[in-house]
């Protein structure tokens, strides 16, 4: 199994909503990482979390609260959300090792903030 | 952290060989080069990494520079599943520095494949 399951794919929010975003990967990484990319645009790293610690955070805005459960879940918690926070959101995962070896990424969940 | 230059686009054929180049002058010792690509509507997608020399996969192959300020990653016959923005990364491998850990995404090049 070599995939990074995200869900939902698409989420629609309105300003004042909570929802949070899911990621999940069984391959024995120990290292996950949060992106966003806007259209057209590379992606942006948001947080990196090793062996379940956040490790980098990205002076990333506080309405983003990201949570890692245990080795093999990643959440993002969204609150607050502004509209310019439209964005792909994308999940990737790693061995242990934060600078060696290649980020495995999921397909995405496309958020749209009303 | 040190930042890569690659050409906004290129084109080729199919079933040709592909040469995309990176420039990366501020390259220190202790970053690794990796390229992933992202195909439209797709996550990125790891290709391939090195340090000093040339390497190969089943993918590509990546050509290093001597002096490791350039790098060449080859695609050996482009068919139109390899049309994607390519993403050349300098990725540091220094637990001690602040960049170590991160994979920053630079602009990329996007790759064109004609039938």
């Known amino acids: 199994d070599t995939e990074v399951t995200q869900t939902p794919k698409h989420l629609v929010m309105g300003m004042t909503n909570k929802k949070s975003l899911k990621c999940e990967q069984h391959?024995?990484?120990?290292?996950m990482y949060w992106y966003k990319q806007k259209a057209k645009k590379p992606p942006e790293l948001m947080f990196v979390?090793?062996?379940?610690?956040?490790?980098i955070n990205e002076s990333v805005p506080s309405r983003f609260s990201p949570e890692c459960p245990n080795s093999s879940l990643l959440n993002l918690h969204l609150h607050a959300l502004q509209p310019e926070d439209s964005a792909l959101y994308l999940c990737?995962?790693?061995?242990?090792?934060?600078?060696?070896?290649?980020?495995?990424f999921g397909e995405g969940s496309r958020l749209t903030v009303l | 952290d040190a930042k890569t230059t690659q050409p906004n686009s290129m084109e080729s054929n199919e079933e040709e060989p592909v040469h995309l180049p990176c420039n990366h002058s501020?390259?220190?010792?202790?970053?690794?080069i990796h390229w992933y690509r992202q195909l439209p509507s797709q996550g990125p997608e790891y290709v391939i990494h090195?340090?000093?020399s040339n390497v190969n996969n089943r993918m590509a192959s990546l050509a290093i520079a001597e002096d490791r300020k350039s790098s060449t990653l080859i695609l050996h016959r482009a068919t139109l599943r390899d049309a994607a923005v390519y993403y050349c990364?300098?990725?540091?491998?220094?637990?001690?520095?602040?960049?170590?850990?991160?994979?920053?995404f630079g602009q990329g090049t996007i790759l064109t494949v004609h039938p």
């Open positions: 501020t390259i220190s010792g202790t970053d690794y």
């Open positions: 391959m024995g990484h120990r290292a």
């Open positions: 990737a995962s790693s061995q242990g090792r934060l600078a060696i070896g290649e980020l495995f």
């Open positions: 090195g340090l000093t």
């Open positions: 979390y090793s062996y379940e610690k956040l490790s």
């Open positions: 990364i300098l990725r540091a491998y220094n637990a001690g520095g602040t960049s170590y850990g991160k994979l920053t």
